[in-house]
Each structure stands twice: as C-alpha cells, then as structure tokens.
C-alpha cells in the first residue's frame, strides 16, 4: 500500500498496488512482473468503496494489448485468512499492431480463486 498527497484537493491518499507472478502446472513462469516499480504496476485499487463487503481494484495492462477488467476482493472468514478474489475481463478493441490480433489474448489473472494467508 502506499500513501499519496493530492495537493488538489488537500487530502492524502491510499492505493493498494499488487503485483504478481504466474506459474503453470509445471512451475514454468507464464508472467512475472514482481520487478515492476509501484508507479508501473498492473493491479491497483484507489477510493475503494465497499459494496455488500467486496472491495474493487482495477487491472490494466499495456504489455497485453491494454487488457484491462475490474477484481473484486473479500474476506470469505471472521478470521480474515481466506480472500476470495474474483476477476471480470473487459473485452476490449484490439487493433492489427497488437500481437495477439489473430489469436487470443493470453489472460495472465485467474478470473476465481481463494487466496489463504500463508
């Protein structure tokens, strides 16, 4: 998490920035970008607003032909150890210099799954 000042409006600001690696069944590396600066990460979430207990973040990602889509995260848990994320892809236009134009757009993020605090 890191903490901004806007100096608009007079208030700081919180962000919650994720990064991450993914991993196929054989623990080859499908996408890594854990080496990123805060200011280049994929995932990020800011003036969270709580809805039926489910906070929202956004993904974005230019690397991937501006793939983008909305994560929904919550605790499943009164102990808070289980966060069930969930993942909405934005179809978006891709354009003839993108280089999946002809193929599918590879989908880095799971669009379900249980996070367990280790």
Do not use: H
């Not at 623990?27 to 809805?51: P, Q, R």
């Amino acid at each position: 998490m890191t903490n901004q000042y806007d100096n608009v409006f007079k208030y700081y600001r919180d962000y919650l920035i994720a990064k991450f690696k993914v991993l196929d069944s054989n623990g080859n590396v499908l996408f890594d970008n854990t080496n990123l600066t805060d200011d280049k990460a994929k995932i990020w979430g800011g003036g969270f607003k709580k809805v039926d207990d489910k906070y929202s973040l956004v993904y974005n990602d230019s690397s991937l032909c501006n793939t983008s889509g909305t994560i929904t995260i919550n605790f499943t848990d009164s102990t808070k150890t289980k966060l069930d994320w969930k993942y909405f892809y934005r179809n978006e236009i891709i354009t003839s210099d993108c280089p999946y134009y002809n193929t599918s757009i590879p989908q880095p993020l799971p669009k379900e799954i249980i996070l367990t605090k280790q």
